[in-house]
């Protein structure tokens, strides 16, 4: 058995512009980070040879991998081509949240399967793949952020080039700003799941039009800003740019926000919060703010949703077990 675990994330600054409508006209960019809350695959030999198992939310069995409805793990095991093997998916933390499910799943499942081959997979492959699977072969309306964020891992500045190229860089800051950084951050379930693909589908071309395309431009700018500020320790810097960078988001499509969710947004600001956003795409998932600590449990009260406590994930997907491969006679 080979385990497989893979960081969800949450961004900063700079979403939308990983889309292409926008990076193939502007060069787009991002700062974000993974948390400690995963995505797990596991990947065994199926007793049965002849037939692929998958458990997830449900459980299919067949005997051409042609044939499976789960059209992720259908692509990934063509492309792979792997077959005659079990497959598990768990997660923390479940899929419309807003923190990149769907990609950490890619990038874990591909991890997976190469280990399965018993081959070595760089984190830039390993991106660069998941992105083709979900954008050109599924077709999804989705960006490069969350591929590349889930295989590399850690609190990144990550650019998206015209020629396609994606340049991912460490944010270098003092370990202690780090934690501090850390410390400072909330986030809160706003009990909604959301489906990304419609809001995805408007944001698309709304980004590359008008006055839509100013504000992804200067969410671009908040990106780079909030990139040099952390780099001179300035971490009081997040809470202002997350409030500007959410002023902008949530004109970019209809959906992006809704009455419950900025009243959940306004309560946290008025309690204490410095600045704040919602995660992914909108609509629902997560809602991510800056506080001080001397004021988070009055934000804590005012906003009566659920907390989720996380810290940051350094390490990207990797191979966290690997058991003995089992013999058949």
């Known amino acids: 058995m080979i385990i497989v675990r893979t960081p969800f994330r949450i961004s900063f600054a700079g979403g939308g512009s990983d889309i292409a409508s926008f990076y193939k006209k502007h060069d787009g960019c991002v700062?974000?980070?993974?948390?400690?809350?995963?995505?797990?695959?596991?990947?065994?030999?199926?007793?049965?040879?002849?037939?692929?198992?998958?458990?997830?939310?449900?459980?299919?069995?067949?005997?051409?991998?042609?044939?499976?409805?789960?059209?992720?793990?259908?692509?990934?095991?063509?492309?792979?081509?792997?077959?005659?093997?079990?497959?598990?998916s768990t997660a923390d933390i479940p899929s419309g949240t807003g923190l990149g499910?769907?990609?950490?799943?890619?990038?874990?499942?591909?991890q997976a399967l190469y280990a399965y081959k018993g081959k070595y997979i760089s984190k830039e492959r390993l991106a660069s793949e998941a992105c083709e699977i979900e954008i050109e072969q599924l077709k999804n309306?989705?960006?490069?952020?969350?591929?590349?964020?889930?295989?590399?891992?850690?609190?990144?500045?990550?650019?998206?080039?015209?020629d396609d190229s994606v340049i991912v860089e460490p944010i270098l800051m003092s370990r202690k700003s780090l934690r501090h950084l850390e410390s400072n951050l909330m986030l809160f379930y706003t009990k909604r799941l959301h489906s990304a693909s419609e809001i995805l589908k408007e944001q698309k071309v709304n980004i590359v039009a008008g006055d839509k395309e100013k504000n992804q431009l200067e969410m671009c700018e908040l990106a780079r800003t909030l990139r040099e500020e952390l780099q001179k320790n300035n971490i009081d810097a997040m809470g202002e740019i997350l409030h500007q960078n959410w002023l902008l988001k949530r004109t970019l499509?209809?959906?992006?926000?809704?009455?419950?969710?900025?009243?959940?947004?306004?309560?946290?600001?008025?309690?204490?919060?410095?600045?704040?956003?919602?995660?992914?795409?909108?609509?629902?998932?997560?809602?991510?703010?800056?506080?001080?600590?001397?004021?988070?449990?009055?934000?804590?009260?005012?906003?009566?949703?659920?907390?989720?406590?996380?810290?940051?994930?350094?390490q990207g997907s990797a191979v966290i077990y690997v058991g003995d491969k089992p013999d058949f006679i």
């Open 31 to 88: 700062l974000s980070t993974t948390i400690n809350k995963y995505m797990y695959i596991s990947i065994h030999p199926n007793f049965e040879l002849k037939q692929t198992v998958l458990k997830y939310s449900q459980t299919e069995t067949v005997d051409d991998i042609e044939d499976i409805e789960h059209n992720y793990f259908r692509q990934v095991l063509i492309n792979t081509n792997v077959s005659g093997v079990e497959l598990v």
């Open 101 to 110: 499910s769907s990609s950490s799943f890619t990038v874990g499942l591909l």
């Open 141 to 162: 309306p989705i960006g490069k952020q969350d591929q590349y964020a889930a295989a590399y891992g850690g609190l990144n500045f990550i650019q998206f080039r015209r």
């Open 253 to 314: 499509a209809t959906g992006i926000t809704n009455p419950a969710i900025d009243e959940a947004y306004d309560k946290a600001i008025n309690a204490g919060a410095v600045g704040g956003k919602l995660l992914g795409a909108g609509g629902g998932g997560f809602l991510l703010f800056y506080v001080p600590l001397d004021r988070q449990d009055n934000v804590k009260k005012a906003i009566e949703l659920p907390q989720l406590p996380m810290a940051f994930d350094r």
